[in-house]
Nanobody
Framework: QVQLVESGGDSVHPGESLRLTCVASVSIYSDSRLYQMGWFRQSPGKEREGVATIDRDGRTAYADSVKGRFTISRVNNKATVYLQTNSLTPEDTARYYC????????????????????WGQGTQVTVSS
């Protein structure tokens, strides 16, 4: 069974930054179940939104709302995926989830929840003045 554990969420002011971390219980490089890794977010009353995704070869895709502000990266030998979030705004307030899944055909498809099999429990990010 694959487990994903997120950390790094916090309460911050607008304009500040956070680095979210997702650690997997199995290799994210050799295990094809974790070929694609993604970060999603969800706030009360809203659908889960794909924020960023990265495949095993390092190809990435981002939601338009975070392009230029968020960066996803992975360290395969540490079974870890990061989401660097900069210039945070109150609209970024949500619970952020890490997800893992098999190859999905295109990296952009990795912004869809249906591309993923495994999910973490999430970490809360709150941005307020």
């Amino acid at each position: 069974q694959v487990q994903l554990v997120e950390s790094g969420g916090d309460s911050v002011h607008p304009g500040e930054s956070l680095r979210l971390t997702c650690v997997a219980s199995v290799s994210i490089y050799s295990d094809s179940r974790l070929y694609q890794m993604g970060w999603f977010r969800q706030s009360p009353g809203k659908e889960r939104e794909g924020v960023a995704t990265i495949d095993r070869d390092g190809r990435t895709a981002y939601a338009d709302s975070v392009k230029g502000r968020f960066t996803i990266s992975r360290v395969n030998n540490k079974a870890t995926v990061y989401l660097q979030t900069n210039s945070l705004t109150p609209e970024d307030t949500a619970r952020y989830y890490c997800a893992a899944g098999p190859p999905s055909g295109s990296v952009e498809f990795g912004l869809r929840p249906s591309a993923y099999v495994y999910w973490g429990q999430g970490t809360q990010v709150t941005v307020s003045s």
